[in-house]
């Protein structure tokens, strides 16, 4: 009897992407415990973070939860379409084709000129100090777009590719509709 699964909820994907944040933390030398800081202010994990989505509220609240976090410790680069604007307390922008969300090799060829632009995002990204936060959204459950993130020398924070594959919504569909259920 097959098992019955359920799709991770934005709530689940915020606490794996928090406890990934944690470990590598730890892995990095802070610990809340050991130096008496409560976690809230414990240094970021990460040196800079890539907000990938295309709603305006998505990555505001991303933005906010850094921020009420880890004040200006962390470097934070809002991804959005040619021509916009980006929202007041990112530090950088990176820009993207219209209607090209979800094409990671788009996003690679952007990064990738960006990199070369960016000394310090370079260097961030070649020492996996860069973690990749797509905020709420089914991107955000997709283990393909975590083994595409993770091959552009990004961090993913979310729950491991392997892990996801059988509970994710976009990959539910496709069993769905390989064996023919509504």
């Known amino acids: 009897r097959a098992a019955t699964r359920v799709a991770p909820s934005p709530i689940g994907f915020m606490a794996a992407m928090h406890t990934r944040m944690r470990e590598a933390a730890h892995h990095r030398g802070f610990s809340a415990q050991a130096s008496g800081v409560s976690a809230p202010l414990a240094p970021c994990p990460f040196d ?38 980006r929202l007041p307390g990112m530090d950088a922008a990176l820009f993207v084709k219209p209607k090209s969300w979800g094409n990671m090799e788009h996003f690679q060829e952007r990064l990738e000129w960006m990199c ?11 020492n996996r100090k860069v973690v990749f936060m797509p905020g709420w959204s089914a991107f955000a459950e997709s283990a393909e777009a975590a083994v595409a993130v993770e091959k552009l020398g990004l961090v993913w924070p979310g729950t491991e590719p392997k892990a996801s594959q059988g509970l994710e919504k976009i990959g539910f569909k496709r069993i769905c509709a390989d064996v023919g259920a509504p």
């Not at 070369?116 to 070649?126: E, G, I, N, T």
């Open 48 to 85: 800079t973070v890539i907000i990938y989505n295309q709603s305006k509220h998505a990555t505001q609240s991303v933005l906010a939860d850094i921020r009420a976090v880890w004040g200006d410790s962390v470097r934070v680069v809002q991804t959005l379409e040619d021509g916009k604007q």
């Open 116 to 126: 070369s632009q960016d000394h310090r995002l370079s260097s961030d990204r070649a």
